[in-house]
């Protein structure tokens, strides 16, 4: 599926129906990625194409302004992005509002040296909730890695620097992480772990679809390397149970 992004005249069409709206970044783009499927669980996606910072100390008014991923459902949004914690690192945020209102923020999901952010959410306004985030691999301690045992992929994998996606079941009540997965390339060359972005995420009430932009090379739904022709980035699907323990299904464009 390929994002387009559509008239004036649709976007108001689609405004009508909340539900049905992806949001990246400060542009108001309708995408291709919100599939029947959602619609029918009335699933909401957001993602940005760069994170947004903000701290639990801020007003909801001074997080909207930023224009960065949010979920919204009648009174309640919830936002996602990172606190810049040093001048080296990032830390993931995420907080949400009631009425204006702070019901929770969580800053204790990656305190290390990983250079995490928030980007994405999926959100169908009750119990599932999904956050998207980023990992550079710098790990020592309280990291992604302790919601992710026993997951589709467990940890960044060999080597660092390179930025990998995490995607994590949250409870919406508190902003607990149930459990989380990797979602990273592997090169053929070493073996070391490569790039993957997010590009959105959608939920029919059973599984989650990722799609991603992945440097070479993507991964089987067995977690080994593709084989690919052409250049990075490949676009990628991966069909994940909701519980993200197994994959179902991974494809990626010129690869097999």
């Not at 390929?2 to 689609?14: A, E, F, P």
């Not at 129906?17 to 400060?26: K, M, R, S, T, Y």
């Not at 690192?89 to 923020?105: A, L, T, Y």
């Amino acid at each position: 599926m390929r994002n387009s992004i559509i008239s004036s005249r649709q976007v108001i069409k689609y405004l009508k129906f909340p539900a049905l709206a992806v949001i990246l970044g400060a542009n108001l783009a309708i995408t291709t990625l919100v599939s029947p499927k959602v619609l029918a669980q009335n699933a909401s996606a957001s993602f940005s194409g760069s994170s947004v910072t903000f701290t639990c100390n801020d007003s909801e008014a001074t997080i909207k302004a930023k224009n960065g991923p949010k979920a919204v459902f009648g009174t309640t949004t919830i936002y996602i992005g990172y606190q810049q914690v040093s001048s080296v690192n990032k830390d993931p945020r995420i907080i949400r509002f009631d009425n204006g209102v702070k019901k929770w923020c969580r800053s204790d999901y990656e305190t290390t040296g990983d250079d995490g952010t928030g980007y994405g959410l999926l959100w169908n306004g009750s119990g599932v909730l999904y956050g998207v985030f980023t990992s550079t691999g710098s790990q020592t301690g309280n990291d992604f890695r302790r919601f992710a045992t026993g997951r589709w992929l467990p940890s960044y994998g060999s080597g660092g620097v390179a930025k990998v996606a995490v995607i994590a079941s949250i409870n919406p009540t508190n902003g607990n992480v149930n459990y989380a997965t990797f979602v990273s390339a592997r090169k053929l060359s070493d073996g070391k772990t490569n790039s993957l972005v997010v590009k959105g995420l959608s939920w029919n009430g059973t599984t989650l679809t990722l799609e991603a932009d992945s440097w070479s090379s993507p991964r089987r739904a067995d977690t080994t390397s593709m084989t690919c022709t052409g250049s990075s980035p490949f676009k990628y699907t991966a069909v994940f149970t909701g519980d993200l323990i197994k994959v179902n299904s991974a494809t990626a464009d010129t690869c097999t």
